[in-house]
Structure formats: structure tokens, C-alpha cells
């Protein structure tokens, strides 16, 4: 059998078993606080569904095994105590081989119940006498072809409730999973159990050499945060057509519209095609006003929440990341799509007579429940109007380069008229506040959110500046920046958003600090990030005041954001200070 290769290993129950391309994992992970005591195979297309339970036998009639889990980005291993074992490669991103020694596996359908519209049903195909499980959640096929050793079937055309599956058992088996649309060619194996293995070994170091080049001692969750991108990437299928990253392959199943910015910087400089992929992905589906969705998966585009402009400020970071500048027809479809984007916010989110944006609830700032909303949902802040003075800035020097010197003026123009606005009617000469549109009135909060104009950097007063500084490094715990106060009474441990860590909030302010000058903060915040990282993993969010991982536990724009700042701590050299930052 083969040992587990040299990389990173990792824990199924916090990150999936997958591989580039797949819409499917195996973990234990079945829902949202829900984690089986067998691995599941799960599929993400039509939403996030178990399908096929693996269970380890102690032999083909035999009772469930207590087995060891390992894995690492080429092999997943269930070890017996005797010496047996079960090994599970990716062949393809819709295939998975398995081989067993010394111990048995029970594959059966994780639903028990078949209704005209739910469950999972299971025949013998008279055409290659594979077993298929054909899952109405998933509207997908799941054909298990026997290539060495026995096959008990059980449940076989059976309706209602009933077990359905087969075990395969033998002294040495192996067999084949596939994820079908509908049907295709018998299989027939074109490379052994090893083979698979080492090239799914080598699709792995591949990606990670182009991603992390610069990864080092110094730098110890680099590749394991690469695994984590690598895995959650997926095929272009139903509504994302294009090569996409989801969120996570746990139940954060997604691609919301802020999100891919992150994953698109920390691709940038190794894999431009797939960089680019991510910043288009959500710009594929710009309605008639102009807005992004919320958020895009396999078979379903949410309208009812937008997310923040910050995609003016990713825009100029990638340009500046990528390799190669954009050829010109590149240039001006980017400059087409952010300006039908900001549009929106200048025509649809402005109260007649404003000239600041607003927020229609705390979800269209990502930010869902901060404290900043309390009071009241629809309102105009700070945070919301910095991200689109740097959005105006971006058209602004597109327009410049593609020869377009009056649309360039105007957008430099609305840019700083809106910085004015926000200095003047949010600014009260000690921090921001945040303005009801209905009521007009104003109020400030102990959230981290009235501290984002930072973001502005270089383009702040240095009084504004350095007020916002100090406000940053009051929300600095061991860990790095909480989203509330620890000191508030609406600090919550678990809060979401009042009070855990979030990568994309340090992300932002660190490179604010860092434009403005507040260099030492920027240092400290990065450090703090990337030690959090390093110890408790890719977490959506964390505990602010003990570091422990929180929510789903295998998000990508965690793992993207902690590459962006390691390598740019790696790129600022030993003998420079510590640096993070996006370049």
C-alpha cells in the first residue's frame, strides 16, 4: 500500500478531502453543525448534499471499524489497528479510486428514505454491472464499478425506506467512484492506484509552487492555505462558468460578491488566468441596474443583498499583481463592468439630494449583524463611501490609460466630491459616524466598521489618519483586529461581527495602515493575522480574545488573505522590517 507523501496533512472533520475541479468531497461535514461519525461523499451541485456514506468494516459481514483518518492533498487513508486499510485518490475531478487491505467498506446511500423527489435510488446496471446511485438533490449519478475483490449488494431498485449500497470486501480490493450527469463508457482504468496518486501529487505541487514560490520556514501554513484553494476550486458548471473558487467546500458552498476579490489578489501573481477568472466570475452576472449579486453557487444567483464596492480598490492590486499588464480589449471590458457597478451605487443606493451612497441593511456591507446597524439598517456610512471614492479613483486612471481623459476628469471629480461629503456630513472632528437616510440622525458604534475609512490611506487628512490609527490599535487583541470592542457590552465571542477576527477586515485595514504610513501598526496586524493562522487554521472568523477557530473551517479568502500578507512578510526580506500588505 502506499504511505502518505511528504505535505501538508490536514484534518478531515475541519477541511474536505477534494481536489481541484470537483464539485464534490468527502468529509464528515454533512451540513451546517452537523458532522457524521462516517465520511461522507458531499456534493455542492444543487446545493450542499451528503450522498454516499463510507464505512469501514472489520470484514465483509463484519461491524464497524475504528479506524484513523489521514489525509494530505494527494490521499486519504482510513488505517485499522491490525495493520488493514482503505486508501481513497482522485483520478479525475469526477472520479475517485479506492483499495482496500485487511479491511472492508460499506458504501451506501446517506439517505435511507426515497420519496418521488428526494433521495437516492440504487440499481445494478445490466450494461457493466456497476452499482449507480442516482441522487434527486444533486440530479446526479454515482456509479461504483468493482475493479478487484467482492461486491455484496444490498437494497438494489428498492423504494421507500430501506438500506442501499454495497460492501466491498476481499483479502485486496479496489474500486471506482464516479459523479455522472448521466450516463457514459464503461471504466476502464488507465493508470493504477499509484499512478493516480502520484499524479494527483504532482497537480498539487504544481498549483502550490505557482502560488506560494516564495513560501518558507517563516511562512509554515503556506502550502497547507494553497491545499485549501486548490480543493475548493471547482469546474465551470450551471451558473458559475468559469473556473471559480467557493468560499468553502463545507457548507459556505459559495461565491459572494466580495469574497473572489481576495482569491483573485492571492492568485495573481502565479496563475493570472485563474486570478482574472475570480474577479470576473461575480461580474458575469451584473444585472440591468448595474449590481452584483450577493452570491453565486451551482444553481442559484442571489439578488436580494448587494456586498461593499471594493472592487475598485482589488482591481488596481491585481493589475498591479499580475504579471503581464491587460491587453486593451481586457482593459476596457474591466473598465465597462466596474463602471456599470459603480453606477449602481451612484443611481440606485443615493437618496435624492445626497451625495453619499448608502446601505440598505448590514448584509450589503458584509458586515451582516455589526453593531453599527443597530439603530437603524438603512443608512449611509463612512466605510461605504471610502470604498467608493477608491472604486471612482480605479475608473478614473482605467479611463486615463484607455484615452478616455474627459471620463477620467469626472470620475476624479465624483470621487472627491464624495470624499468631501463624507468628511463633512460624517466626520464629527473626533471619529465617523453613521447617518439613518430616513431620520438623518447620527450615532457612533464600538464596531471596527467606523474605523474602515482607513482604507483610504494616502488619501486621508493626516489628523483623520492618525484618529483612525489609534481607534485600529484599540481593537488589537493578541490575535488581531476584533470587529467589536472587546470592551463593549455587545461584545460577543461568537458573534459574527460583534467581535470575532475576519480576514477581510485585516486585510483591508493593514493595507490602509500600511498607504497611510502607520507602518508599525500595519507590521503588527499582519504578524498577528498570520500567527492566528498558523496556529488554529483557515477559520471563517475567530475568537478575538482566545484565537480558536470559528464557523466553517476551511474558507478560502481566510487562506488567500493569509498568503497575500506571507508573502509579502517572505518578499520584505530579514533584513528589512516586518512588512505585510498587498503589492
Known sequence: MTAAPPGPSFTVREIPFSHYGSWFGISPVIAENDTADDLHLVSHQNGMHPVLRFTPLDGPGGHRAETTVRATPDLLSWLAPGGGRIEAAYESPDTVRLRGTGTALRIEAALATLRPFSGTYLYADPVDGSHVFTSYETGRRYRVTVLSGTA??????????????????????????????????????????????????????????????????????????????????????????????????????????????????????????????????????????????????????????????????????????????????????????????????????????????????????????????????????????????????????????????????????????IQAAMLDELWNGRRFVTRGERTGRTWTSSSLLDLMPVVLGEHLPEQVSAVLAKGAEAHLTPYGLATELPSSPEYRPDGYWRGPIWAPATVLVEDGLRRAGHHRLADDVSARFRALCETSGFAENFDALTGAGLRDRAYTWTASSYLLLAEAHVRAGAAAPEAGGVR
Not at 476550486?233 to 461565491?255: E, I, Q
Open 152 to 417: 455484496d449488494g444490498f437494497g438494489h431498485e428498492s423504494l421507500g425506506t430501506a438500506e442501499r449500497g454495497l460492501t466491498l470486501g476481499g483479502d485486496r480490493w479496489e474500486a471506482v467512484v464516479e459523479e455522472l450527469d448521466n450516463a457514459r463508457e464503461p471504466y476502464r482504468p488507465a493508470a493504477s492506484f499509484d499512478q493516480v496518486v502520484a499524479s494527483a501529487r504532482r497537480a498539487f505541487a504544481d498549483f502550490v509552487d505557482a502560488v506560494a514560490p516564495w513560501r518558507s520556514s517563516a511562512t509554515p501554513a503556506a502550502e497547507l492555505a494553497a491545499y485549501v484553494m486548490w480543493s475548493a476550486t471547482v469546474r465551470p458548471s450551471g451558473y458559475l462558468a468559469r473556473p471559480a473558487v467557493l468560499m468553502s467546500k463545507h457548507w459556505m458552498d459559495k461565491v459572494w460578491s466580495w469574497d473572489h476579490c481576495f482569491n483573485a489578489l492571492a492568485l495573481a501573481p502565479g496563475l493570472p488566468e485563474l486570478a482574472l477568472d475570480q474577479w470576473s466570475v461575480m461580474f458575469d452576472h451584473l444585472d440591468g441596474t448595474g449590481a452584483l449579486p450577493d452570491s453565486v453557487t451551482h444553481s442559484e444567483v442571489l439578488y436580494n443583498f448587494v456586498k461593499p464596492p471594493i472592487h475598485g480598490w482589488a482591481l488596481g492590486r491585481l493589475r498591479r499583481r499580475l504579471p503581464r499588464p491587460l491587453p486593451a480589449a481586457e482593459l476596457a471590458e474591466a473598465y465597462r463592468r466596474l463602471e456599470r457597478w459603480t453606477r449602481f451605487w451612484l443611481e440606485r443606493r443615493r437618496a435624492p439630494g445626497s451625495v453619499l451612497p448608502h446601505y440598505q441593511h448590514g448584509n450589503d456591507s458584509g458586515w451582516d449583524n455589526a453593531t453599527a446597524f443597530d439603530p437603524e439598517r438603512v443608512v449611509a456610512t463612512a466605510d461605504l463611501a471610502a470604498f467608493l471614492v477608491l472604486q471612482l479613483h480605479e475608473l478614473a486612471w482605467l479611463a486615463e490609460e484607455l484615452d478616455r481623459p474627459d471620463e477620467s476628469r469626472d470620475w476624479s471629480r465624483t470621487a472627491a466630491g
